[in-house]
T-cell receptor, first 114, second 111 residues
Framework: GAVVSQHPSRVICKSGTSVKIECRSL??????MFWYRQFPKQSLMLMAT?????????EQGVEKDKFLINHASLTLSTLTVTSAHPEDSSFYIC??????????FGSGTRLTVV | DAKTTQPPSMDCAEGRAANLPCNHS???????VYWYRQIHSQGPQYIIH???NNETNEMASLIITEDRKSSTLILPHATLRDTAVYYC????????????FGKGITLSVRP
């Protein structure tokens, strides 16, 4: 089946630094990918929609200059959290449209900013 | 905002069927009902989806009412590994259709 690989699974970074999270579709081409954020005991919140070769579409309230999304190929989308602060600590999850009417998710990245 | 409502939690005994309800009274004619589940600290796992007919796969069955305003996910023989948060989501299937997650229902399977 369609598999999405997300890396890293965990990352700890210092406040003020940037962190890049990668999301790869392994056995299919993903024209569209989605990025979510999940805080403890809460549901997934959609941050942005990423389309290959074009600018990402951000949900209301999500800072596009802070959360940089690049979808330069049909199998890779990246999310860069710039100038990370402790309040950015969260569980980040990517998802891709599989082309069969379904959505498959990565395993998530636990970001801790210290 | 999520277009679905689910009870916050339920439990069932191991080996018994778990019936998880979902209301989606504002569903549009071209929108599907999706079910995903999330085990702690993992990405959501696809379970099943359907438009108007009942669906069954190796994991579960999806029963959609005739008016499509509600549905039930059935796990026929729940195991302890089925303990998770289950999300019922309504969405289209276009390339930019997105899944909006509600709070989901926490299913606890007891021994």
């Amino acid at each position: 089946g369609a598999v999405v690989s997300q890396h890293p699974s965990r990352v700890i970074c210092k406040s003020g630094t940037s962190v890049k999270i990668e999301c790869r579709s392994l056995d299919f081409q993903a024209t569209t990918m989605f990025w979510y954020r999940q805080f403890p005991k809460q549901s997934l919140m959609l941050m942005a929609t990423s389309n290959e070769g074009s600018k990402a579409t951000y949900e209301q309230g999500v800072e596009k200059d802070k959360f940089l999304i690049n979808h330069a190929s049909l199998t890779l989308s990246t999310l860069t959290v710039t100038s990370a602060h402790p309040e950015d600590s969260s569980f980040y999850i990517c998802s891709a449209v599989t082309g069969m009417g379904g959505y498959t998710f990565g395993s998530g990245t636990r970001l801790t900013v210290v | 905002d999520a277009k679905t409502t689910q009870p916050p939690s339920m439990d069932c005994a191991e080996g018994r069927a778990a019936n998880l309800p979902c209301n989606h009274s504002t569903i549009s004619g071209n929108e599907y009902v999706y079910w995903y589940r999330q085990i702690h600290s993992q990405g959501p796992q696809y379970i099943i989806h359907g438009l108007k007919n009942n669906e069954t796969n190796e994991m579960a069955s999806l029963i959609i009412t005739e008016d499509r305003k509600s549905s039930t996910l059935i796990l026929p023989h729940a195991t302890l590994r089925d303990t998770a948060v289950y999300y019922c989501i309504v969405s289209g299937t276009g390339a930019n259709s997105k899944l909006t997650f509600g709070k989901g229902i926490t299913l606890s399977v007891r021994p």
